[in-house]
């Protein structure tokens, strides 16, 4: 069984930045792939970003190319989404994923965190 915390999220003004974390517990997330997803009040959950196990891949949602980058960290178990120049409409309830196999862009994950609020300010 696996636990993910997330942490990070907070309220900030449109342009700034924030890093989100995911942190496991449980047993070691080295090896499986990772998701970053969000969901906006109102509207379904969608793909953020993806890591392999390795995280020699990844993938990033259009919306978010060139701002957020998804990376992690094996040994201290924890994956990051580090997000820059936010804008409104990045406001949205952050969560982290974890699976067996390769990364996905669907929500076809076996674990996931309670969710970190993120509010961008205009």
């Known amino acids: 069984q696996v636990q993910l915390v997330e942490s990070g999220g907070g309220l900030v003004q449109a342009g700034g930045s924030l890093r989100l974390s995911c942190a496991a517990s449980?047993?070691?997330?080295?090896?499986?792939?990772m998701g970053w997803f969000r969901q906006a009040p109102g509207k379904a959950r969608v793909f953020v970003a993806a890591?392999?196990?390795?995280?020699?891949?990844?993938y990033v949602a259009d919306s978010v190319k060139g701002r957020f980058t998804i990376s992690r960290d094996n040994a201290k178990n924890t994956v990051y989404l580090q997000m820059n120049n936010l804008k409104p409409e990045d406001t949205a309830v952050y969560y982290c994923?974890?699976?067996?196999?390769?990364?996905?862009?669907?929500?076809?994950?076996?674990?996931w965190g309670q969710g970190t609020q993120v509010t961008v300010s205009s």
């Open positions: 994923a974890a699976r067996q196999g390769t990364p996905s862009l669907r929500s076809d994950y076996d674990y």
């Open positions: 449980g047993r070691t997330l080295s090896g499986q792939p």
């Open positions: 890591i392999s196990g390795s995280g020699g891949t990844t």
